[in-house]
């Protein structure tokens, strides 16, 4: 089991893959696991979340937080890619002002929405953009998401500015491409950037991974009997082994031998130990 854990927020510039951005994390801790919840495409920048160590069991939970994003969408030509680096595939009028607006108004609340063909997703097996990079025909099906909210931030009569907080799975990318058939025009994003993910924001770049795991709301506080610590030392914890839970319906837990801290739990079923060391590795 790890005894590294480490979480921590970056700002991810324009112009380089969701990858790449992880390079310098991957050399300082070098043998860790490196993993991020939730890619952002190379033109787009902002929020991302790095996982270190044992950290990178959080993927799941941290991959299911809803986002905010602010786009900028150019009307007039729809890309094949639905952003700066396609080809232009369909022209039409930019749309007024008032029936844009009415068109962003109208996306809010669950739905079904067609990802971008250029995606990361698997058809058949692969890349849905390797697909079609290679000039094959790809059905991309519709997907469930929601927008929660989304606000017209500004217009000039040809490029919008749209602020909007979306569940997982949600892409701008398709958004902008269907806010503009739904007022009669066509777009595709120029920039976009991500501005929050669950509760992190781009403020919080700076917090150590205790304060930005205690924002999360996910962990209560375990305090464990040390007449178990030997079966604990095993990875699991036997039920008898607890003496107190702040809150049984979180999903982790920091584990505690009286004051001492010993490590992060995981609810699953029994109590799994995921991360074991002192609160200084957080």
Known sequence: MANYFKLKLEDKPKDITSFSSLGKTKREFK????????????????????????ATKLNPVFSSFSKKYIATIEFGDETSTLDPEGE??????????????AAVESFIGPQMQVP????????????????A???KGVEMEA??????????????GKVARVECHVSKGT????????IAIKCGSRA???????????????????LTTRELLDKTDLFSTIH????????????????????????????????YFGDEFYGIGEKSGKLKVIMRGSDGNL
């Open 31 to 54: 043998g860790e696991k490196v993993g991020h919840a939730g890619t952002l495409d190379k033109f787009a920048e902002g929020l991302m979340i790095i996982m270190i160590g044992s």
């Open 224 to 255: 464990l009997d040390s007449k178990f610590k030997k079966e604990i030392d095993n990875g699991w914890v036997d039920k008898r082994a607890i003496l107190s839970d702040s809150d049984k319906a979180k999903e982790f837990s920091y584990l």
């Open 188 to 206: 595709h994003l120029i920039e976009l950037k991500r501005t929050q993910v669950g509760p992190f924001t781009l403020e919080d770049v700076n």
């Open 116 to 131: 971008p063909l250029y995606s990361a997703l698997h058809v058949d097996g692969k890349r849905a953009y390797e697909m």
């Open 171 to 178: 892409y701008i990318r398709s958004l902008a491409r269907d």
């Open 88 to 101: 232009v595939v369909a022209s039409a009028p930019v749309p007024t002002f008032d029936a844009l607006k």
């Open 143 to 156: 997907r469930p998401i929601e927008i929660y909210s989304i606000e017209l931030l500004s217009y000039d």
């Open 133 to 135: 990079r290679s000039g």
